[in-house]
Structure formats: structure tokens, C-alpha cells
């Protein structure tokens, strides 16, 4: 069965370093989306892909993240300078369509700690 | 704006007993509700959803919610709780053009032999 897959599966980083989270969706889906869960909080969305552009984004991403489809499979999101507040289990996921009743498939997660 | 809230951080059940885990939406249209589960060290699996049709949603592993307008619930139920459901199970609500998710906090399902 295709799943969508994350690497790497844990990340730590010093704050202000830079960090690039990576994603292959699943092959023939079209949207893409971001989101992350700090330790004990609530899933949170990020931000959503289509078309090789933002379609929407929450107001957690803010000018430190970045979105990028570089290639026909991989989907990334990078942290310009990572803060303390960033550590968090980022989750990919990825749909065939863009209907709010359309199932949205999530890869396992990269726990991202920053030091 | 749309919210989810699931009461009970934590649920403990025995083996073969019931399984309810409790989900309360907000939500100023019709909404569109999910049931996600996370076994330990995997991604978040679709277990069902609500999408306007019928009111009991029947999905994967035994499970159902119904959908209860009156009440803004869509709690989740088993009726025999087996010790491979031992996970954490997020309730959430689609919003915005595509569909973003709003989750709520998650319940993680113990299940006593």
C-alpha cells in the first residue's frame, strides 16, 4: 500500500541553525500539507501545497519556514533559524484531491529538538 | 471558527469491554469529522470520517462514531476492545478550501489484558 515517508525520523539541531525536513507524498497526490505537534499540545496545521505554491498557511508559519517541491517526488519544509519554540514531531501529509471531505495520508513524523 | 475537543487525555479499558473515546466539535457550518490513530512510532491513520451522509460511520478495526448534530459529538466506539487498539486516537474537524485538519489533543487508549 503507498504511504507517504519522512526523513530523517529524528532531528536535533542547535537554535538558530537551519533545517530541512523531508517528505515523499504519496506518488499521484496533489496537495501537500505540513504539520506539527509539540510535546503534549495539539496537531497543528502549517501550511498546504498545490501547483508548486502555498495554498494556504497558518499563522505559525511565518517567514522562518519555507515550503519547496524541488523535485517530482520529494516535498520539503525548511526552518530558516530554528528558536527553542520549534521543537516538535513535524507531520507530512498528502491527498489526492483538495475537498474538505477528501482523506489526507500522514508519513510517521520527524521529531525535530532543538538545543 | 471551527474547534475539536476530546475529553479524557487518557482511557483505560479491559480486554473485550467497551471502548468510547469522546469528541466535541464548534462549528458555524456543517462540519466534515475524522478519526485518526497513531500506533506507537507511526504516522496518523485514517479510521473514519463523516462527510454529510449517514450519521453512524462505520470504519477500519471494528470501529464507529456516530455523528450527533444536537449534541456537536462524534465519539468514537468498539464494542470489544482488543490489545492491538492500544494507540493514541486524534479526533478532527476539515476546515478552509482544502480541507486543512484541526485536531484535537488525542486520547491514548490503554487496553488492560
Known amino acids: 500500500e503507498p504511504e507517504v515517508t519522512q526523513t530523517p525520523s529524528h532531528q536535533v539541531t542547535q537554535m538558530g541553525q537551519e533545517v530541512i525536513l523531508r517528505c515523499v507524498p504519496i506518488?499521484?497526490?496533489?496537495?501537500f500539507y505540513w504539520y506539527r505537534q509539540i510535546l503534549g499540545q495539539k496537531v497543528e496545521f502549517l501550511v498546504s501545497f498545490y501547483n508548486n505554491e502555498i495554498s494556504e498557511k497558518s499563522e505559525i508559519f511565518d517567514d522562518q519556514f519555507s515550503v519547496e517541491r524541488p523535485d517530482g517526488s520529494n516535498f520539503t519544509l525548511k526552518i530558516r533559524s530554528t528558536k527553542l519554540e520549534d521543537s516538535a514531531m513535524y507531520f507530512c501529509?498528502?491527498?489526492?484531491?483538495?475537498?474538505?471531505?477528501?482523506?489526507?495520508?500522514f508519513g510517521p513524523g520527524t521529531r525535530l529538538t532543538v538545543l | 471558527a471551527q474547534s475539536v475537543t476530546q475529553l479524557g487525555s487518557h482511557v483505560s479499558v479491559s480486554e473485550g469491554a467497551l471502548v468510547l473515546l469522546r469528541c466535541n466539535y464548534s462549528s458555524s457550518v456543517p462540519p466534515y469529522l475524522f478519526w485518526y490513530v497513531q500506533y506507537p512510532n507511526q504516522g496518523l491513520q485514517l479510521l473514519l470520517k463523516y462527510t454529510s451522509a449517514a450519521t453512524l460511520v462505520k470504519g477500519i478495526n471494528g470501529f464507529e462514531a456516530e455523528f450527533k448534530k444536537s449534541e456537536t459529538s462524534f465519539h468514537l466506539t468498539k464494542p470489544s476492545a482488543h490489545m492491538s487498539d492500544a494507540a493514541e486516537y486524534f479526533c478532527?474537524?476539515?476546515?478552509?478550501?482544502?480541507?486543512?485538519?484541526?485536531f484535537g489533543k488525542g486520547t491514548k487508549l490503554s487496553v488492560k489484558p
Open positions: 478532527a474537524v476539515s476546515v478552509g478550501s482544502q480541507g486543512n485538519l484541526i
Open positions: 506518488s499521484n497526490h496533489l496537495y
Open positions: 501529509a498528502s491527498s489526492g484531491q483538495a475537498f474538505s471531505t477528501d482523506t489526507q495520508y
